[in-house]
């Protein structure tokens, strides 16, 4: 269940292009596998009721004795999320190495059945929805609780849209049939729903949104780098930021389409791949950044120079290479 295995829909695009226009209060989410963040939107965009794997902790408190003979309780500490994830991967003696290190058990901070749900749910919740001007409501059973009542919170007479396979939702006051109703309804696939809305408004999520990577998550330091459009071509004509797919896999043959793929997942390696794709030769290549985020790293992350980048990297990365300068 650990993300990586499915890459953002259209529906999670649509997101993201809310935000880069300017009309994004807030994304609440149910789901734990973080692909609003893979599809651009920034942490502090994102309410993820039941948590996700961006992040990871130790959930025992830890009690060790201290030289003067008294016991000392730390609180939850925060443990990378690449180290967690690579102890699960390792089996059970890596993830018993690993709690062993930290002094107790450490998971992703995803909500369990019958932990408390984060702060800052209640927290947005309060701030968010007395500003709501528009509720879209994306592929829910709407039986969830407390989750589910959130389609309450709007002032009234606040649109709603509900995008899902079946009507829902009616029970908590959705009223999709009375005449004059300001709550509405399509009935079939989100990814459809999302598209025939982003049509409607006249914006295309494939070319928008591949356009705005680096100005949608990464940092002011990408900015100005080249133009995005020429990146996304994956122009390297006067420099800049050059955008690759990347594949990363043990085997030739698991190679996606439009992929490149790194068996080794060293930093020159990435580089040699890379390069090669774009038609530049590697030494042209001054940097590597994530274009989305990865097990917990952000996008607009550098990959280190040095050394085994696989905590930064997943099946089928987005990557931009930056062959401004070139490398010294």
């Not at 952000?298 to 050394?307: D, S």
Request: net charge neutral.
């Amino acid at each position: 269940m650990w993300p990586g295995n499915y890459a953002p829909t259209p529906a999670h695009r649509f997101f993201a292009e809310l935000h880069r226009r300017g009309k994004l209060l807030r994304c609440f989410t149910q789901n734990i596998d973080s692909l609003e963040s893979e599809a651009g939107l920034p942490q502090e965009m994102i309410v993820a009721a039941h948590g996700n794997f961006d992040s990871a902790q130790v959930v025992e408190p830890n009690e060790r004795m201290t030289a003067d003979g008294s016991v000392r309780t730390s609180s939850r500490r925060h443990v990378e999320v690449s180290e967690v994830k690579r102890a699960i991967f390792a089996g059970e003696s890596g993830w018993r190495r690993l709690n062993e290190r930290h002094g107790g058990l450490v998971k992703p901070s995803i909500v369990f059945f019958g932990e408390s749900l984060p702060k800052r749910f209640a927290e947005c919740v309060q701030s968010d929805f007395p500003r709501c001007e528009l509720v879209l409501i994306f592929g829910t059973s709407l039986m969830v609780q407390p989750f589910a009542s959130l389609v309450r919170f709007a002032p009234n007479g606040t649109p709603r849209m509900l995008f899902n396979r079946e009507r829902r939702g009616e029970d908590l006051g959705l009223d999709f049939d009375t005449p004059g109703t300001t709550d509405g309804l399509f009935l079939g696939d989100c990814d459809e729903g999302a598209r025939g809305l982003a049509r409607l408004l006249g914006w295309d999520l494939d070319s928008s949104v591949a356009a705005s990577g680096a100005s949608t998550s990464a940092p002011a330091a990408m900015s100005g780098a080249g133009s995005n459009s020429a990146a996304d071509a994956g122009s390297s004509a006067g420099g800049g930021l050059s955008k690759v797919r990347l594949g990363v896999t043990t085997s030739a043959t698991s190679k996606q389409a439009g992929s490149v793929i790194v068996v080794v997942p060293e930093y020159s390696s990435i580089v040699a791949a890379g390069a090669a794709k774009l038609k530049l030769a590697p030494k042209q290549v001054s940097r590597v950044v994530l274009r989305t985020s990865v097990n917990g790293h952000a996008a607009g992350t550098v990959l280190p120079t040095t050394g085994d980048c696989s905590a930064f990297l997943k099946n089928d990365v987005l990557l931009w290479l930056d062959a401004g300068k070139g490398r010294p």
